[in-house]
């Protein structure tokens, strides 16, 4: 298995612009998850998906982020409009029934 | 309080020391608990789950208290290579709520 694939690796946009991130989860996994990073808030939840299905967005730092997740291989966080203060490290995971968490590589995003 | 906290540090530790850091999660209800491993730049990566009272793994054991609400770990002789950030995660059971603590950091020197 490619393991969790997220797109882009690098993303560059100017303020206002909106931005989508990608990410593809384990083949047979159940569980998505959202998280961002950055050095002031560390690692954060920001949303997470059981079965296609979101259970719990409280993570979400307010209306300008949405997550989807239309089927089981494939879910978008979306910014709009993007602030700098969006600048962070956008990780994706997944796992199987609670179990072990296997994390993208991340998308690197600078909101300028 | 956060339902998971960890000591920053960071900790500087020479080569071939044993270092130990803990984690307090304030969740009563959690049954699963992990040690995840991040280096700078990368995504975290599972180094250790802990179902019951611990868990070791070479040079690496991980032991859970629950009657004070804290997991720790324990890395015997590190190496440079050890050098990271060290994230725990401890979900509540019946849900799938994997927040994290803010990470530790160890610098192993020479």
């Known amino acids: 298995d490619a393991g969790v694939i997220q797109s882009p690796r690098h993303e560059v946009t100017e303020m206002g612009q909106e931005v989508t991130l990608r990410c593809k989860p384990i083949?047979?996994?159940?569980?998505l998850f959202w998280y961002r990073q950055t050095m002031m808030r560390g690692l954060e939840l920001l949303i997470y998906?059981?079965?296609?299905?979101?259970?719990?967005d409280s993570g979400m730092p307010e209306d300008r982020f949405s997550a989807k997740m239309p089927n089981a291989s494939f879910s978008t966080l979306k910014i709009q409009p993007s602030e700098p203060r969006d600048s962070a490290v956008y990780f994706c995971?997944?796992?199987?029934?609670?179990?072990?968490?296997?994390f993208g590589s991340g998308t690197q995003l600078s909101v300028l | 309080r956060k339902e998971v906290e960890q000591d920053p540090g960071p900790f500087n530790v020479p080569e071939g020391a044993t270092v130990a850091f803990n984690c307090t999660y304030s969740?009563?209800?959690?049954?699963?608990f992990f040690w995840y491993r991040q280096d700078c730049r990368k995504e975290p990566k599972l180094l250790m789950s802990?179902?019951?009272s611990g868990n070791e793994d070479g040079r690496f054991t991980a032991q859970l208290n629950r009657a004070s609400q804290y997991i720790s770990l324990l890395i015997r002789d590190s190496k440079l290579s050890d050098s990271a950030t060290y994230l725990c995660?401890?979900?509540?059971?019946?849900?799938?709520?994997?927040?994290f603590g803010a990470g530790t950091r160890l610098t192993v020197k020479p």
């Open positions: 802990v179902y019951s």
């Open positions: 969740n009563s209800a959690s049954q699963s």
């Open positions: 995971a997944s796992s199987q029934a609670q179990e072990k968490l296997f």
């Open positions: 995660v401890a979900p509540q059971r019946g849900n799938n709520d994997m927040r």
């Open positions: 998906f059981n079965n296609n299905v979101p259970i719990d």
């Open positions: 083949s047979g996994h159940n569980s």
